[in-house]
């Protein structure tokens, strides 16, 4: 069997592995139905107070709620 099709079995293998568990996982829909975007979501999440802090509002001069109070 040439190197490349064991290549491409194996990298098909694992992709669809990892498509089966994102398929199968319970608690994120968002994960299920759009896997890349929701891994992008929770990651622009996460960085998002380190992005916030160079724009001109922080967290406690947004009107009419502060942040906090909206998540």
């Known amino acids: ?3 490349w099709l064991t290549v491409v079995l194996v990298t098909g293998a ?3 592995a990892v498509a089966a ?3 199968l ?3 994120h829909a968002i994960l299920r139905v ?3 975007l929701g891994r ?3 990651f622009v999440e996460q960085i998002g107070p380190e992005l916030r802090q160079y724009t001109v509002t922080s967290d406690l001069e947004e009107r009419p709620f502060y ?3 909206r998540a």
């Open 21 to 23: 568990c994102y398929m």
């Open 34 to 36: 759009y896997p890349i």
């Open 25 to 27: 996982q319970k608690r």
């Open 1 to 3: 069997m040439p190197i």
């Open 14 to 16: 694992l992709l669809g």
């Open 67 to 69: 942040r906090s109070q």
């Open 40 to 42: 992008l979501r929770y």
